[in-house]
């Protein structure tokens, strides 16, 4: 038995309002365990909230805590039963630092998911000190909490998606609030059915307050949003709309790239096998320097950017109207110049890019509606790679759920 003051010692240092520590037990192979008993003479009825000290029984058990030093901490706590005189009905007391039926206390599932969020479930389980299932329970604890509550004061939402599993198809969607660049939902699948879903269940009255959506050019996006969010302008992303733009210009690309292969295999005199080995050679590895932000290429792209545009002429009038697009999104800040300069630039753009050309009269109010505010899913950018890190250190992570919980409590959990 400790006497009164080492008692006292060991209570402050266990820092726990609710318990104060009785006695202490030390085992080479375990580690110690602080017998602890509650501080509070009474427990409060969570039916009818009245204080109650009759005591109807004790129940003792035993809990994990943060370790001391290289020692595992365990606690034997008492969540004593009280008989409520109002409900004549018996209730066992609620502890803020360890919750009912949990086998760890708050504060070492709250260090043990900051771990996790860092590294992977494996690894944080392989310390010994929590199993794989207690760490998904925490996870699982710790997400109802964010689930709890619905987005509050969303204004400009942002619909993206990202691929799962790479080249499989298999994308799921992801819900942003554009105001404070953090994930909202993660959906399991991009269909239209999912996520009307997850919208409906936020309720009216969220919906109605939002004014603002950014989606991708896709149609199915675009009817959720006419459907239910009635007082939203719809914005078609213009990373998304470059995106269009860029794969065209790709595909015209690959294709000379092929034609001129072709030609080389037919040609018969040298001096044309030598004129188009040149352009061969100028195709050869010009993707970046075709398809990237022009201000952004490195000297040894703007050459290949040079050469290629002396001898492709198509490529080289579609890459000026590629720099020439960003160049409108970036520079025009009304939306009234900016349909007489997107109408200049589709104009020109109807022979190079066909297909961008369709897309964008199907899709004007919805691109034009970007220089309104300069609503973009650009900040999505940086929330994707950082899912997309979860997901590579997500081994361990049995399902999608998982995987789910923990993308959002890398951007909702604070403790
Ligand atoms: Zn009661």
Redesign the pocket.
């Known amino acids: 038995m400790v006497n009164k003051k080492d008692i006292k010692i060991l209570s402050q240092i266990l820092d726990i309002d609710e318990v104060k520590v009785i006695s202490h037990s030390i085992y080479n192979e375990i580690g110690i365990i602080l017998r602890t008993e509650p501080i509070k003479l009474y427990g409060v ?6 204080e ?1 000290h009759k005591l109807h029984q004790n129940h003792r058990h035993i809990i994990k805590d943060l370790p001391f030093g290289e020692k595992q901490i365990f606690l034997e706590i008492n969540r004593r039963q009280f008989k ?4 004549k ?1 018996p ?1 066992s007391e609620e502890f803020n630092f360890a919750q009912k039926k949990r086998t760890y206390t708050q504060r070492l599932a709250n260090k043990i998911i900051q771990e996790v969020l860092e590294n992977d479930i494996q690894s944080v389980a392989s310390k010994g000190i929590v199993t794989t299932e207690e760490i998904e329970r925490m996870l699982k604890d710790a997400s109802e909490q964010i689930n709890l509550t619905k987005p509050t004061n969303l204004k400009r939402l942002g619909i993206d998606e990202i691929a799962l599993i790479k080249g499989k198809g298999n994308y799921c969607a992801v819900l942003i609030d554009l105001d404070t660049s953090k994930p909202i939902a993660i959906l399991s699948a991009r269909t239209q059915g999912v996520i009307e879903e997850t919208l409906t269940s936020w309720g009216v009255e969220v919906l109605e307050q939002i004014k603002e959506v950014s989606i991708d050019l896709w149609q199915g996006y675009k009817n959720v949003v006419i459907e239910l969010i009635p007082n939203a302008q719809v914005v078609a992303d213009r990373f998304h709309v470059m995106v269009q733009v860029n794969k065209e210009l790709d595909t015209q690309r690959k294709q000379e790239k092929r034609q001129i292969e072709e030609i080389i295999k037919l040609v018969t005199t040298s001096d044309e096998k030598s004129k188009n080995e040149k352009i061969l050679e100028a195709l050869k590895n010009s993707k970046y320097a075709l398809l990237k932000n022009e201000l952004n290429l490195n000297d040894e792209q703007k050459n290949k950017l040079i050469q290629l545009k002396a001898v492709c002429p198509t490529l080289k009038v579609m890459h000026e109207l590629k720099e020439k697009l960003r160049t409108i999104f970036n520079k025009t800040k009304h939306w009234y110049p900016a349909v007489f300069k997107l109408g200049m630039w589709l104009s020109k753009a109807k022979t190079y890019f066909p297909k961008s050309n369709n897309t964008f009269i199907r899709w004007f109010d919805e691109i034009i509606a970007y220089f309104d505010n300069g609503t973009t899913s650009g900040t999505v950018e940086g929330i994707n790679n950082k899912i997309k890190l979860i997901k590579r250190s997500a081994y361990g992570f049995k399902n999608f759920e998982n995987f789910r919980v923990r993308c959002l409590l890398a951007w909702h959990f604070n403790c």
């Open positions: 009825c969570p039916s009818c909230g009245t109650s409520c005189k109002i409900c009905k209730f």
